[in-house]
Each structure stands twice: as structure tokens, then as C-alpha cells.
């Protein structure tokens, strides 16, 4: 299936957002707000595929959006900033994820909401299809940038907390701040400005809905402050953006990897600096993939034999790791011999 481009917005200097056809009457793509659209790239006759969360919303929203930050060396963030156009066509796979809500008129609820840098894409959609669809629940969001224009959908935002002054509260915190005042605080996430910002709204840690998407040293330091107050990790929703920096044993170590995948057996040699999806494709054995960063199940594999090492900020349990459930995008292998179902 293809989606054609209708709108590209100028989100930030280093954001866009595409607004696409969304088919016609009896063929719309159905998605949950917060999930992501895997969209298929081509670039010099090699087809990419990068997942992006869905910005719009599916109960008010006849079109679907998604946004997009310019990555440093991101080769299809940049393509797409730099060359796509209006009327351009990308094929895609089904919408993804499991960060998502189903907001339901009969709950109420209060959402305490953190987001970073363009880790609050998914996030708005949720924002909006609460406020819509959940009239008795009310969100706090807490959102982290590096200065006032970094701010994505910072007008927004604003008219939101405006229409919904009792639903609706957003406070930001920014690295660099030079017009603090009781929204806009100056410096970096801390249990001491989390607790005020709760404070203000008059929100206790308690069971709430909590969920975190950001940069992975945002959302650990999130997720630090939250354990301080009882909240469990099992009581937190995550979605990570991008992968940590992890120490590997290196490019010394050469794994023999064997991949099972539907009846058939597959022998290649991977790198202790390489995960397990990038050899596998780079030796052309087809494996499902879908965001190639922990953000969904569409690559989850189990390792029946050997060690690897998985980067944090994952979605799976630890009931899942203890299986040896894993996904293979962010997999890489720290024993000389492993095998790995699919």
C-alpha cells in the first residue's frame, strides 16, 4: 500500500510533518494514538524502511500525519527533510506499537505524560484523543527540549491548554532558558522540579497513567525519580526514540550466529560491534523488521542458545528477557556461539 503526501509542515528548523491521503471511505488506515506508520523510503534504488509516530490523532483527524527530526548522518531523516515533495507517494506497512491508549468516555484517569526533544510525536496524538475522547480525564505533560524554538508543536500546545484549562496543563523544562517563568523552567529533569511541577497541579505519585518518550538518558532519569516515589516500572509506559551508546566487546570478537527462521537454517558471522538484524541483511536473509531502534515487537526472536547483549530501553518485560525473548535490531552477540529462533 501506498500513501501519497499532502502537506509538508515546518514543524521546527529541524522538524517536519507529513500529512498524508488517507485513503478513501471504505479503505482507511486504522491506527492507535500513539502508535508509529513504517514508511518505505526509496534512495538511490535501495528501499529504506524508518518507523515514525503518528502525530495526528484518528477520532478528529481525517488525515494521517507524521513527524519527522532531522537526524546528524540520518540518511533518510535527511532525504526526507531535503528532497521529498507534495504528490510523492511512499509505500508503508501496517501502523505499529505498543505505545499507544484507547481512551474510553467512561474512564477517568489522570495521564502524567513525559516527553523529549521530538519524543513528544506520539505523545500529542495521545494528548489530543484524551482530550477528546476521555472528557472526564485529565494530563499533565512535562517536556524537555534544549531552547524555546526546539519546542515541537509549541503553538499547539498552547491553544490545547487554552480550550481545555481544567483537562489540560503543560510545563517545560529547557537546557537553556532565558525567559524562565511558571511554566518554563530553566536547566534539566530533577526530582526536585518534578516534585514542584506535581505540586502546582496538585497531582501525588500515585497510580496514575505514566508514560515516557524521549532520549534514553531523559527517560532513565524519568524513570529514576518515579522508582524514588513508588512508582514501579511495571506501572510505566515507554518508547524510546533512539538507542543508548553501549559498551560491546568489539569488532575482535566474530560470532558464529545461527538464525532458524520458518523451517530454514542459516548460517553467518556477526560482529560483537554489529547487531544480529544488520548482519543478517547485509548477508540478504530476510528477517521481519520494522523500526530497527526497540520501539516494537515486529523483530522479536528468542535466543535458545549463547549470549547476547540487548541495549536498554526496551519494551520487553523482564519476564520476556528472562525467556530469552529478544529483538534482534538492537541484539548483538557476546558469546562465540549463538542460535536464535524466528
Known amino acids: 500500500m501506498k500513501l501519497q503526501i499532502k502537506h509538508i509542515i515546518k514543524e521546527t528548523k529541524d522538524s517536519i510533518s507529513l500529512s498524508f491521503k488517507n485513503g478513501n471511505l471504505f479503505n482507511k488506515l486504522s491506527y492507535k494514538p500513539g502508535q508509529f506508520l513504517t514508511v518505505h523510503v526509496p534512495i538511490d534504488n535501495v528501499v529504506h524502511k524508518r518507523a515514525y509516530s503518528f502525530s495526528s ?69 495521545i494528548i489530543t484523543s484524551v482530550l477528546v475522547k476521555e472528557e472526564q480525564s485529565r494530563v499533565l505533560l512535562v517536556y524537555a527540549n534544549q531552547n524555546m524554538e526546539s519546542i515541537i508543536f509549541h503553538d499547539e500546545l498552547k491553544a490545547l491548554a487554552n480550550q481545555y484549562p481544567n483537562r489540560f496543563y503543560v510545563d517545560h523544562i529547557l537546557s537553556t532558558c532565558a ?30 497513567t505514566y508514560m515516557i518518550c524521549g532520549p534514553f538518558g531523559f527517560m532513565e532519569k524519568i524513570k529514576e ?104 535490531c538492537i541484539s548483538y552477540p557476546i558469546s562465540e556461539e549463538v542460535v536464535i529462533e524466528i
Open 225 to 328: 525519580i518515579l522508582k524514588e516515589n513508588g512508582i514501579s516500572r511495571e506501572q510505566i509506559k515507554l518508547e524510546v526514540f533512539k538507542s543508548p551508546k553501549i559498551k560491546l566487546l568489539g569488532k575482535d570478537l566474530i560470532s558464529n550466529v545461527t538464525l532458524k527462521v520458518k523451517g530454514n537454517s542459516h548460517q553467518i558471522k556477526v560482529r560483537g560491534d554489529k547487531s544480529i538484524l544488520w548482519q543478517a541483511m547485509s548477508d540478504n536473509i530476510v528477517l521481519p523488521y520494522s523500526c530497527r531502534s526497540g520501539m516494537c515487537s515486529t523483530c522479536k526472536a528468542k535466543c535458545v542458545s549463547g549470549e547476547v547483549k540487548m541495549t536498554e530501553g526496551h519494551f520487553l518485560s523482564e519476564n520476556d528477557v528472562a525467556n530469552g525473548d529478544i529483538l534482534t
Open 57 to 125: 490523532n484518528p477520532f478528529t483527524e481525517k488525515d494521517l500525519k507524521i513527524t519527522i527530526k532531522r537526524v546528524e548522518k540520518g540518511l533518510v531523516s535527511n532525504y526526507l527533510h531535503d528532497h521529498i515533495k507534495i504528490g510523492d507517494k511512499l509505500g508503508i506497512d501496517k501502523p505499529a506499537g505498543s505505545f499507544y491508549v484507547e481512551p474510553k468516555p467512561e474512564v477517568k484517569k489522570q495521564y502524567v505524560l513525559f516527553a523529549g526533544g521530538s519524543g513528544i510525536t506520539p505523545i500529542y496524538s
Open 179 to 208: 525567559d524562565a517563568d511558571a511554566n518554563y523552567h530553566s536547566g534539566l529533569a530533577n526530582k526536585t522540579l518534578l516534585d514542584k511541577i506535581l505540586l502546582k497541579y496538585d497531582i501525588k505519585y500515585e497510580d496514575h
